[in-house]
């Protein structure tokens, strides 16, 4: 039997997984919000973003580019990219985005589905970029689209950014 055939989930144990999924990631946003651990309330300057996304987003987004000239100066005009872009997208958006980084922001929470015990100040770019690395390639499709929603959302905001076109060989966009 091949490891594809054993990795399939029954009907039963996907209503599982997500019955699970669903009741972890409702206890961390009460909890969060209970705690005082997360604050519903942006960013100084920001309109979606939170204190505590800009520190997880901004440790993140490096280990996600890689080396790149550009990157220790254009971390926070990405993280403004993004915070633009996520102010014209739907609050149900934003509630999604905001349980994700409480998951990853809690203590209890993110070393168990991180790999990263400490806090995201202190976290190695190998460590940051292992988590992404066990996401992307999780059994759990949670995480495969948490780790999806997040590549792409940071992404899209460091390739918006006229100062990281070149790396991708972008001349910009045709003249009119």
Not at 19 to 38: E, I, N, Q
Not at 149 to 166: G, K, N, V
């Amino acid at each position: 039997m091949s490891s594809i055939t054993q990795a399939r989930l029954s009907r039963r144990e996907l209503l599982k997984l997500g019955a699970g999924a669903s009741l972890v990631l409702t206890t961390v946003g009460v909890t969060a919000t209970l705690t005082r651990c997360s604050s519903s309330d942006p960013a100084t300057d920001y309109q979606v973003l939170r204190s505590n996304d800009l520190v997880i987003l901004g440790v993140i987004l490096p280990a996600l580019i890689g080396a790149h000239p550009a990157m220790p100066a254009q971390v926070p005009a990405a993280l403004r990219q993004l915070d633009w872009s996520l102010s014209y997208m739907s609050t149900q958006i934003h509630q999604d985005l905001y349980e994700m980084l409480d998951l990853l922001n809690m203590g209890v929470t993110r070393g168990p589905m991180t790999g990263i015990w400490g806090s995201w100040e202190k976290a190695q770019p190998e460590q940051v970029a292992h988590f992404l690395q066990r996401w992307r390639d999780s059994r759990l499709a949670l995480l495969r689209q948490g780790h999806n929603a997040l590549t792409q959302l940071l992404l899209m905001a460091w390739y918006a950014l006229p100062a990281t076109w070149d790396s991708i060989e972008y001349p910009g966009p045709p003249a009119i």
